[in-house]
Structure formats: C-alpha cells, structure tokens
C-alpha cells in the first residue's frame, strides 16, 4: 500500500515550510529515514525524511513551494520497481579539498539560499566546496567561493548581512519580486507585533570599555588554554544584564493580560546573525553560569546558527534579549523587544573618544549602550537605573565577581 509522506511538525509555533531540492527523483529507490527533500522554517532548516523503504512514485509539491505542516508532498511504494537509475549518495569532502574554482566534481546538495546567492553571484555550485552535513553546500560556502582568490574578479561582492541582499547596479529601471522566507516572514510578525502591541521607549548610556579591554589582555591566554575558547565581551555583558536584571525584576517581566509574568531566574536570548537571518538562542539559567560557560554556549550557537541547526525549542521561553550591532560598525541603534520580553539591550561599536577624566580630556574606548522597555511593566526609573547598573558592572568587573 503506497505510503505518504508528511510535513513533520518543527515546532509549536511554526505552520509552514519552503521547500528547497529534491533529493529524490521519481520511480528512484529510498531507504527509511532517507533524506528527500530539504526545506527551510522560520526557525531553521532540515530535511523530510523516508517514512518507509519503497520506490517515489509522486512529488506533488515542487521546489520553491510554501506548504502547511501535515501536508502530503510525496508517495512512496514500499513494494515499487524502480524506474530512475538511482542517484550516488555525494562523498564527504577530502581531508585535503580542491581550491574554490575547480569543478573536478559535481557539487553536493545544494541548500536554497546556497542556491539563490549562487545565482545571484553567478558561482557555478561546481566550484563550491561544500561544508555542511552529508556534504550539502551552505550559504556560506557560497561566499567563500566568491571571496576566494581563485574566483573570477567579475563576481559581485557576496552577501554581506542576512537580510541585504548585493545588487549588481546596471543602470536599468528594473523591478524584481521575492517571496519572503519562513524565517524573514517570522521576524517581520514579530517585529510588527512588537511595535502593535507593546510601550517601547529606549534610554541610552555610554561605557567606557578600558577595564574590561585591559582585564581581557591580561587574562586572555590563561583563560583561552584553560577552557579551550576565547574570552569574550559578550559573556561581561551577560553577566552584567543577569546583576542588573536581578535588581530590577521588572525588566524580566512580561505582560500577560492583566498580569505581570516575573521570572526568578534569567533565560537571556542572543541575537546572532545566521546563514536564514536573524535569530535569537536563549542561554538557559544565566545567572547560574560562569564565564567559560556563556562563552562556549554562544559560540555553539554561532556555529550551529550558519547552517540552521539550532533546534526550536532553544528559541523559545527567553526572559532578555541582548544583541550587538557593534560587530556591524553600527554606533547606535533603538533595539525593538523580542515579545513578549519586555527588555532588550543593545551594543554598540567601540571607538575612541574624547572624554573627561579627572579634570583632563583624554581618549578612551567608549561605547553607546540602549535599553529599549516595555514601559507598560517598567518605569522610566527602573529603566535608567537598570541600564547605569550594567554601566557600572562593565566599567568596574571586579562587582561581578564580589557580587557589590
């Protein structure tokens, strides 16, 4: 009896899917738990997989389709004859792979957005190396590829955030339309929802970073062979959002209907930028970690967050958001909260300025901070004072430690 295959459930909150290649052709055999078809969410990408061995009989939903989670997209036939020669599962790149440029050998499976800047750049995906699991080639391999020496000096520059896209300039009025994303369609409801539904106001700060610079000098080589990863900023600042968030319990709050929701502990979600676009991981339980710990979550996730793997369930239940515009060169911003949150800090670039020290104008790096809130659960009070707290912990660490 033939077998459908459905669009598993990613997540609670995710109802449909974009469908990327098939990896599967008609009247071909599979295996059970076989990879046919990849696909994006808004909250990652993955592949639909062979509910049973048999031969596909039917793909009744192409490439590029939106389709609902529990829909049927292919039929297989547990007892079919196959009809199509069957395609050679891609080998795992060599210990010593060929540089960008070659096309000795076809390239693997090929994810959209791979697809899409591969056409845009007009990389051939032959020239791709690939580096994502069973071999697929990832966005990111795709601009290594146009960035590499080897590629041809006509290609346009890659795509330098997840959400701008590099457009070669030719002079012509032209009008192109793209459909949205799962994830792109996912941030834009949440962002619009943010600024619906919620009393955003922002206050804004400024820290100097010498200390925190001249302590990460010092012990940066002992703490990098201790815990085998790199002290960062971002874990002080972790730390320092855990310090002022214990103190104001308001801005790790959130509204439901005519509640107040507080939280005794700190779930601080981490805005990263990866291969589909923006997403925000949480860091379970904050306040409990050490410095090594933030730093290698946050890594884990930058890692994962490049080839959309971070699982759903690790985007849900953040109490904070913290996201850095900095590494951008952005110098100031107005963070929008990620709801139902009801704060998000923002970092900013850090440059040297001009500042007043002990009656003398001396350069420091200095770096703009913004707490956007939801002033419906805090006052301006708590807000201002939340974010000179973090000011504080940032330009005096030692308070993070002796818990002052």
Sequence with gaps: MPVNVIVPRVGDSVSEILLGTWLKKIGERVAVDEPLVEYESEKSSDSILAPTAGVLTEILQPEGQTVAVDSVVAVIDPAGVPTAPAV??????????????????????????????????GVSASQVQPSGPGGRVLKEDVQRAVTSPAAPKTQIAP?????????????????????????RKAIAQNLLSAQQNAALLTTFNEIDMSAIMAL?????????????????????????????????PAINAYVEGNEIVYH?????GIAI??????????????????????????????????????????????????????????????????PPQSGVLGMHATQDRPVVRDGQIVA???????????????????????????????????RLLLEV
């Excluded at 012990?219 to 320092?240: C, N």
């Excluded at 770096?367 to 504080?392: F, N, Q, W």
Aim: glycine share 8%; net charge positive.
């Design 216 to 248: 990460r000098k010092q012990h940066q080589d002992a703490f990098t062979e201790r815990h085998g990863i790199k002290l960062g900023f971002m874990s002080f600042f972790v730390k320092a959002a855990v310090d002022a968030l214990q103190a104001f």
């Design 364 to 398: 420091r790096p200095m770096m703009y901070i913004a707490l956007t809130y939801d002033h419906r659960v805090v006052d301006g009070r708590e807000a201002v004072s939340c974010l000179k707290r973090i000011k504080e912990c940032i330009e005096n660490p030692v």
């Design 88 to 121: 050679p599962t891609p080998a795992a790149p060599a210990a010593t792979p060929a540089p960008a440029g070659k096309a000795d050998t076809p390239a693997a499976h090929v994810m959209p957005a791979a697809a899409r800047l591969a056409a845009e750049t």
């Design 273 to 338: 930028g990866g291969g589909k676009g923006l997403v925000v991981p949480v860091i379970r339980n904050a306040e409990k970690l050490t410095f090594a710990q933030i730093e290698q979550a946050i890594a884990e996730y930058a890692k994962r967050a490049q080839s959309g793997q971070i699982k759903p369930d690790e985007f849900k239940g953040g109490t904070f958001t913290i996201t850095n515009g900095g590494v951008y060169g952005s110098l100031l911003s107005t963070p929008i909260v990620n």
């Design 159 to 183: 795509v330098v955030t997840p959400v701008a896209q590099t457009v070669r300039v030719t002079g012509e009025r032209a009008v192109r339309r793209q459909a949205m994303t799962p994830i």
């Design 264 to 268: 005794d502990y700190c779930d601080i």
